[in-house]
T-cell receptor, first 113, second 112 residues
């Protein structure tokens, strides 16, 4: 899951396995959530988003799950590939934040071949 | 994202110097943002602009200023750089009414 500090949580998975990256968000009033992928030397890239009126959304090889009861967001990547190795960030939006995205610290995903 | 271009990609400067980081976009988005990323921390918002006449402070604006010269250009200045401003800086854009951000490739700034 996400944490603040110098040491990001790391998830190591075997190529071909499914990955689940977790995020605990802070504001129960947040109404929009988004996942970004950041590869080394690059800017964050959009992966998938979800609004608070949904609990699941699927994209190509990715699924985002939202559990508002426990304020938990997860990103599932099917059949993980070496190119999925990156830092993954979740972000939430709430009126309390001026309707701007607030980002978590990130999780490192390492894919072993 | 090649549509959001940041210059320079890397910059080394000395304490006390004034420097400017530039961002230009070809996406036609109204909204532009400057974020800072430190190792092990998430992206933190410095300033944002919803159109050419609009400038707003983010959560960590002290020591920074911005200029929105045109819809496509948003520059970030450090008036008197200090070592703890060493970080990776990202410019981002978004269209009006859409929360999704599109990021540039970043500028790595080192203040000695």
């Amino acid at each position: 899951g996400e944490s603040v500090g110098l040491h990001l949580p790391t998830l190591s998975v075997q190529e071909g396995d499914n990955s689940i990256i977790n995020c605990a968000y802070s504001n129960s009033a947040s109404d929009y959530f988004i996942w970004y992928k950041q590869e080394s030397g690059k800017g964050p890239q959009f992966i998938i988003d979800i609004r608070s009126n949904m609990d699941k959304r699927q994209g190509q090889r990715v699924t985002v799950l939202l559990n508002k009861t426990v304020k938990h967001l997860s990103l599932q990547i099917a059949a993980t590939q070496p190119g999925d190795s990156a830092v993954y960030f979740c972000a939430e939006k709430a009126r309390e934040y001026g309707n701007k995205l607030v980002f978590g610290a990130g999780t490192i995903l390492r894919v072993k071949s | 994202d090649a549509d959001v271009t940041q210059t320079p990609r890397n910059r080394i400067t000395k304490t006390g110097k004034r420097i400017m980081l530039e961002c230009s976009q070809t996406k036609g988005h109204d909204r532009m943002y400057w974020y800072r990323q430190d190792p092990g921390l998430g992206l933190r918002l410095i300033y944002y602009s919803f159109d050419v006449k609009d400038i707003n402070k983010g959560e960590i604006s002290d020591g920074y200023s911005v200029s929105r010269q045109a819809q496509a250009k948003f520059s970030l200045s450090l008036e008197s750089a200090i070592p703890n401003q060493t970080a990776l800086y990202f410019c981002a854009t978004s269209p009006r009414g859409n929360e999704k951000l599109f990021f540039g490739s970043g500028t790595q700034l080192s203040v000695l």
